[in-house]
């Protein structure tokens, strides 16, 4: 790591390194969010860590959240998993922001059906533009099970401690799944906007050749044209239409082929390669699965 970067490793090397006490808990700790102070001498530091977190700030935080409006002013959650990096971009005074931060290390999940889930909550690697926006009641839910989560903490540590704070966790994510789902309800709007963009993003792929020339698109660069992450856009798909930024993009290339199958005497295998797929095997699997026929099949059929 560079002079520039600090990378925690532990819960332990977190709170010393921000002037805190040592955690009555090795894997976890909850950090108040007023008692952290950012000076002059920090602009441009970044940092990085083995560890997740789930932070709750208020509005007045002065992150930038994008173009976007809030949906609500009350608190905004952020969330981020293990080796993501920050940059310190403002000073921050004591008391400015309020709110919560939890950590917790990836051990503390160890041998937990939560270790097998966690990477299912794809908002872990959200960029900060797509942050949860919480209404009052949805942030009382969650600091209600933060404070249980913290009782837990300051209690001595005993054979029942870790399934009841993972359970804590993992009843934190799921009930932001649900309140993401209503997130993506409320920009209904502006998902729509986003849906016809990939649209034209994809249409204007295929008649400017980049697929014989880059290759097929990914859903990285259909995030990058549409300023999300990549995990967010295909989450705000399927919310939206049942499908996947990866299933779109196939959707549009079996689309594409029948086209080229019933118009042109190209072969199969020259299809393929115009569209992007080095093996023409793949797809043959691909255009079976979305249509039930051969692509030569559906050529004979039609």
Known sequence: MGKNIIHIKSINQLLEGSGFEKPTHPL???????????????????????????????????LDYGRNPYDFNEGVLFFSSPNQVFSVTKVQKLNEVKGWMLY??????????????????????????????LS?????????????????????????????????????????????????????????????????????????????????????????????????LSDLLSKETGRSAKEHINDFLVEKAKHLLLSSTESVSGIAYSLGFNYPHYFGRIFKKKTGKTPQEFRQMN
């Open 136 to 232: 009052e009641k949805e942030q009382f839910v969650l600091s209600n099970l933060v404070d249980l989560i913290r009782d837990e903490i300051n209690e001595r540590i005993d054979n029942h401690s870790q399934q009841v704070l993972v359970s804590n966790i993992e009843l934190m994510l799921n009930y932001s799944q649900r309140f993401y789902q209503r997130q993506f309800n409320t920009r209904s709007a502006q998902n729509s906007d986003i849906l016809s963009k990939v649209e034209s993003l994809l249409k204007n792929y295929y008649k400017n050749y980049e697929l014989i020339e880059s290759g097929q698109p990914t859903i990285e660069y259909l995030a990058s044209e549409c300023h999300l992450s990549a995990n967010y």
């Open 104 to 133: 917790f290390h990836p051990d503390l999940l160890r041998n937990t059906k939560l270790a097998s889930k966690v990477d299912d909550f794809t908002f872990f690697n959200y960029e900060v533009n797509e942050a949860l926006h």
């Open 28 to 62: 976890i700790a909850i950090i108040d969010t007023a008692n952290i102070a950012f000076g002059e001498e920090m602009l441009g530091l970044k940092i990085s860590s083995d560890l997740y977190s789930i932070a709750l700030k208020d509005a007045s935080c002065g």
